[in-house]
T-cell receptor
């Protein structure tokens, strides 16, 4: 079953603009993670936010988490052509759940 | 270099011919998992393992087997592959026996079953 769902499915922006992607999920979580995937390659972890955190930063990345709305957003500031990739959110199922479930991803295209 | 290594990178086989995709990690991670990725369906978990000799089903385990005899290795076995198992497969690992830490992914195995 799909726990996280990203929105939009695809996003096209110009270099230098900000990109915002959203993730909604259905059940309680211990943490939410964001990953990036360049075409056909393995996923790379970007950032993890715990359920008791509301915001986290890493370089040009900013992640927010609203557990009351069961949603998260990933903001990439001052985007670059090299940021072109698919972005996935992943959630566990809370408690002692050992599964990490991924959404279907947002395909971000940054045009030079 | 810390990494998750999958082999082979590409595999074309025929229906019913048993195959194994190997996965090895050199980071002494407790947790390992297999995912398949299909267009429009995202990544779906096949099996996972919290430690040696401890495995459990993910969301799409039918048609697959796994084993965890050593900490570093977690092979994925298709006893009788079928065309609907044509997919891009990823192995991943994580420190600790809880999926709290980030996953480290291999580079994937693209399997085609004809």
């Amino acid at each position: 079953s799909q726990q996280g769902e990203e929105d939009p499915q695809a996003l096209s922006i110009q270099e230098g603009e900000n990109a915002t992607m959203n993730c909604s999920y259905k059940t309680s979580i211990n943490n939410l993670q964001w990953y990036r995937q360049n075409s056909g390659r393995g996923l790379v972890h970007l950032i993890l936010i715990r359920s008791n955190e509301r915001e986290k930063h890493s370089g040009r990345l900013r992640v927010t988490l609203d557990t009351s709305k069961k949603s998260s957003s990933l903001l990439i500031t001052a985007s670059r052509a090299a940021d072109t990739a698919s972005y996935f959110c992943a959630t566990d199922g809370g408690g002692s759940n050992y599964k990490l479930t991924f959404g279907k991803g947002t395909l971000l295209t940054v045009n030079p | 270099e810390a990494q998750v290594t999958q082999n082979p990178r590409y595999l074309i086989t025929v229906t019913g011919k048993k195959l194994t995709v190997t996965c090895s990690q050199n980071m002494n991670h407790e947790y390992m998992s297999w995912y398949r990725q299909d267009p429009g369906l995202g990544l779906r978990q096949i099996y996972y393992s919290m430690n040696v000799e401890v495995t459990d089903k993910g969301d799409v385990p039918e048609g697959y087997k796994v084993s965890r005899k050593e900490k570093r290795n977690f092979p994925l076995i298709l006893e009788s592959p079928s065309p609907n198992q044509t997919s891009l497969y990823f192995c991943a690992s994580s420190p600790g026996d809880r999926i709290i830490s980030p996953l480290h992914f291999g580079n994937g195995t693209r399997l085609t079953v004809t």
